[in-house]
């Protein structure tokens, strides 16, 4: 079992920056896929991006390509989320998700998830 935790969120203003981690327990988080989702008030949970379990494949939405940044960290059993230009339609809590195998954008891949951050970001 794997359990996960993220934390960093907070209000920002729009143009800034914000960075997320979610922390991994229970096993290593080695030869895990994980993710980055997030979900707004009345709208469907939605992938942002993702990275394979040595790191070196990273996808991302159209929406957040260019602006947002994962990374991870494996010796810290740690994932990231670098966040920069926020807009307004960035807010959401964010969900960070773990899966064995491949990389995937669909929800219902994956096994483990957190508990999510709100992000707020004003105008």
């Known amino acids: 079992q794997v359990q996960l935790v993220e934390s960093g969120g907070g209000l920002v203003q729009a143009g800034g920056s914000l960075r997320l981690s979610c922390a991994a327990s229970g096993r290593a988080i080695n030869n895990f896929a994980m993710s980055w989702f997030r979900q707004a008030p009345g709208k469907e949970r939605e992938f942002v991006t993702t990275i394979s379990a040595n790191g070196v494949i990273r996808n991302y939405s159209n929406s957040v390509a260019g602006r947002f940044t994962i990374s991870r960290d494996n010796a810290k059993n740690t994932m990231y989320l670098q966040m920069e230009s926020l807009r307004p339609e960035d807010t959401a809590v964010y969900y960070c998700?773990?899966?064995?195998?491949?990389?995937?954008?669909?929800?219902?891949?994956?096994?483990?998830w957190g508990q999510g951050t709100q992000v707020t970001v004003s105008s």
């Open positions: 998700a773990a899966k064995g195998g491949g990389t995937s954008r669909n929800t219902g891949s994956y096994d483990y």
